[in-house]
């Protein structure tokens, strides 16, 4: 995503490392040495602000860059072995039940102040049985991207969009797309799994009679509204700079294409020019909220973990200045609020930022591994027009799906 940041790197030149999060360190009798694992793809993002802080508390850390489709894994083998990290960086929120569960990573313990310094939707990724497993450093969520040349207001609701001018994601024929249809349904009242206070539970929510309202509402619009199951890319992108598409629900990944184009159109667009991201309307009569993706940082629990170094070096990757140096780097939307307010002006930030303003933690308990390919098939079989029966296919679903979660 390409990202205008004139300025925004000397309004932190002054920080000094010694902020909130980078309380000093009580001294330890053992050796200060920290071993950190961190997504090889994310390991440059953290190089700066874990040299910072290792200088300033006398600590020699070690990086080591791991697979991200494999480090969970990996984890579970290392820790009980005794060979495993103190820290697991960008880590994905949705891991945090599977690691629990495991035994390998220790709830993290904040100050009610550095809790107040992070936003409390990104806090709640983390969030598994009423503790808090791990800390924030940047989010993610879709909106609604408009093309200025055919849709230059806001709708008010899913029933001012009209067939042929929305775009659900890039869904496909067969798997569906759960991840973008979800403020759709979430707006019926039909949540994928109950919450309390405490965090998501695993007793589903998507099921009874909101859920048969949805996936007969998913039957009466199908590919005529919602948009070509197998719409390609390039084409949607094309279509959003042209004004041939009104509304495209995606995420800040697509920007980069909608600014510079590609092979099939190549004009440039600006953002507040040509284009506008929104909030997602609600379809259903609720409040639409989409889910959120946050990054973040885990103590684990293996036995030599340096417990108070671990959770101040984690505490000060989820600070101002490692905040915006996650948006200088990456564009990546900081959790921490200073941060994030520096970042907003940058407007594609700002306009996602408030996009996401309902949005939910995607759901981080084990259970969520059984609902993705039944709830995405059945999706799409729906509304392609496959389904005969909508609602008995969706009670089929959500009975199959917590079958699997029970078993």
């Known amino acids: 995503m390409k990202i205008r940041k004139s ?50 508390n006398g600590v020699t850390v070690t990086v080591t860059g791991k697979d991200f489709g494999t480090v969970r894994d990996q984890l579970k083998t290392a820790v009980p072995a005794g060979t495993g990290p103190d820290l697991l960086l960008a880590a994905a929120h949705d891991w945090t039940g599977n690691l629990v569960a495991s035994g390998v990573v220790r709830p993290v313990s904040l100050s009610a102040a550095q809790t107040s310094s992070l936003a409390s939707n990104a806090l709640a990724g983390f969030l598994y049985n009423g503790k808090q497993y791990g800390v924030p450093f940047w989010t993610e969520n879709i909106g609604l991207v408009r093309s200025l040349k055919s849709a230059p207001k806001v709708p008010a609701n899913g029933a001012a969009i009209k067939n042929g001018e929305l775009q659900v994601g890039t869904y496909g024929s067969v798997g569906g797309d759960p991840y973008h249809f979800y403020p759709i349904q979430s707006s019926f009242g039909a949540p994928v799994f109950d919450s309390t206070s405490k965090g998501w539970t695993t007793t589903l929510g998507m099921d009874g009679a909101e859920g048969a309202t949805f996936a007969k509402y998913l039957a009466a619009k ?59 309307p609600s379809f259903g009569g609720k409040t639409a909220q989409q889910f959120m993706g946050v990054k973040g ?52 930030i700002k306009e996602f930022a408030a996009a996401g303003k309902n949005a939910v933690p995607m759901p981080n308990n084990p259970a969520m591994d059984s609902v993705w390919d039944k709830w995405g098939k059945t999706e799409a079989k729906i509304i392609t027009g496959k389904s005969t029966n909508p609602t008995a296919d969706w009670t089929a679903m959500t009975d199959a799906i917590t079958a699997l979660i029970k078993g």
């Not at 000094?16 to 009798?29: D, E, H, K, W």
């Not at 197998?230 to 949607?236: M, P």
């Not at 103590?299 to 973990?305: G, H, L, Q, R, V």
């Not at 108070?308 to 780097?329: D, W």
């Open 7 to 56: 300025g925004i790197a000397a309004a932190v030149a002054t920080l000094a490392v010694g902020t909130l999060f980078a309380a000093s360190t009580p001294a330890i009798a053992d050796t200060p040495t920290l071993l950190v694992w961190v997504d090889s793809a994310r390991k440059a993002d953290f190089t700066g602000p874990i040299a910072d802080w290792a200088k300033a």
């Open 222 to 280: 199908g590919t005529a509204f919602f948009g070509k199951a197998d719409a390609s890319w390039d084409k949607t992108v094309c279509a959003i700079k042209t004004g041939a598409l009104k509304y495209w629900i995606t995420g800040p990944w697509a920007i980069s294409a909608i600014e510079g184009g590609n092979s099939t159109c190549n004009a440039k667009s600006v953002v507040d020019k040509d284009f506008a991201i929104s909030a997602i």
């Open 297 to 348: 940082g885990m103590i684990t629990n293996s036995p030599s973990t340096d417990v108070v170094r671990a959770t101040s070096l984690l505490t000060y990757l989820a600070g101002k200045a490692a905040g915006v140096n996650y948006f200088n780097t990456e564009s990546f939307s900081p959790a921490n609020k200073e941060a994030l307010a520096v970042a907003s002006n940058d407007p594609v």
